[in-house]
C-alpha cells in the first residue's frame, strides 16, 4: 500500500524543529515530563508558529492524504516535539471538516501509543469531546465502552473527553463514565474524575455535589478536586 504521506510537509516539520532546537532546554523537558522519547527543547510558543507557517505552506488535499501524514509524524518521531505537532495537525483548521466518527481509530492510537497526560488529554479534550457532542449516538456507546477498557489512557478518555462541553454535557455518559472507575486505584484516573466534576460543577454545581455525596467510594484526591471550588 502506498504511503499517501505529504513528505515535503513531513521533512518541513523536522527540519524546522531542529533549527529551532534549544539543546540546554531539552533535557530539563525532557525530565520534567518524565519521557523516554528526547526533546528537540523547542518551547510551545515556537512550536505554535513553526506549525502555523508549515501548515499553511503545506495544504493538503484530502482526508486521506491528511491522516497519512499525521501518522508518518507521529510514528516516526524520534524527538517529542514531532507529535507535538502532529497533534496540532489533527486540529489545524482548514481541516476541521473532516472531524467525522471516522477518525476514531487514529485518535485511539495516538492516545494508546502517546500514553502520557501531555499528549492524551489534549486528544481527549479537543478532538475526542467534539466529535462526543457532534456523534452522541455513536460515540457515547464507544466512551462507555472505553470507561472499562484495560488501556487506562482510554478510560482517561472517557471521562475528560466533555471538559469543554458545559451545558451540552451528557451527563448520563458523564456519571457512568466516572462510576465505572470510582474504585479503580490509578493516579490518573482520580485525578481525572476530579477535573471532570471539577469542570462540570462550573455548570452545574448541585448535581456534582449530590453526585460526589451519593458515591463515597470516591478516593480522596477525586473528591477533593470534584469539591474544589464549591
Not at 500500500?1 to 534549544?22: C, F, H, I, K, Y
Request: hydrophobic share 40%.
Amino acid at each position: 500500500m502506498p504511503n499517501l504521506a505529504d513528505s515535503g510537509l513531513v521533512t518541513a516539520v523536522r527540519t524546522g524543529l531542529a533549527e529551532l532546537a534549544d539543546p540546554a532546554k531539552a533535557p530539563e523537558m525532557q525530565r520534567y515530563m518524565k519521557s523516554l522519547m528526547p526533546f528537540r527543547g523547542v518551547q510551545k510558543p515556537a512550536r505554535k508558529e513553526l506549525a502555523t507557517r508549515l501548515f499553511a505552506a503545506h495544504l493538503l488535499s484530502d482526508v486521506n492524504t491528511w491522516t497519512a501524514t499525521v501518522l508518518e509524524l507521529w510514528r516516526g518521531a524520534e524527538y517529542r516535539e514531532e507529535r507535538y505537532l502532529a497533534v496540532d495537525l489533527t486540529d489545524f483548521r482548514p481541516y476541521r471538516r473532516w472531524q467525522q466518527p471516522g477518525l476514531l481509530p487514529l485518535y485511539e492510537e495516538l492516545i494508546v501509543t502517546g500514553a502520557w497526560w501531555d499528549l492524551v488529554d489534549e486528544v481527549a479534550n479537543r478532538r475526542i469531546g467534539p466529535l462526543v457532542r457532534a456523534y452522541p449516538a455513536e460515540l457515547a456507546p464507544v466512551m462507555r465502552a472505553w470507561s472499562r477498557d484495560r488501556n487506562r489512557w482510554k478510560r482517561r478518555t472517557s471521562i475528560i473527553c466533555q471538559l469543554g462541553s458545559k451545558d451540552d454535557t451528557d451527563v448520563a455518559l458523564l456519571s457512568d463514565c466516572v462510576e465505572a472507575n470510582v474504585d479503580h486505584p490509578d493516579f490518573f484516573l482520580r485525578k481525572g474524575i476530579g477535573w471532570a466534576l471539577r469542570e462540570f460543577a462550573k455548570t452545574e454545581p448541585g448535581w456534582v455535589r449530590s453526585f460526589v455525596a451519593a458515591h463515597p467510594g470516591l478516593s480522596p484526591l477525586s473528591r477533593r478536586e470534584a469539591l474544589k471550588h464549591l
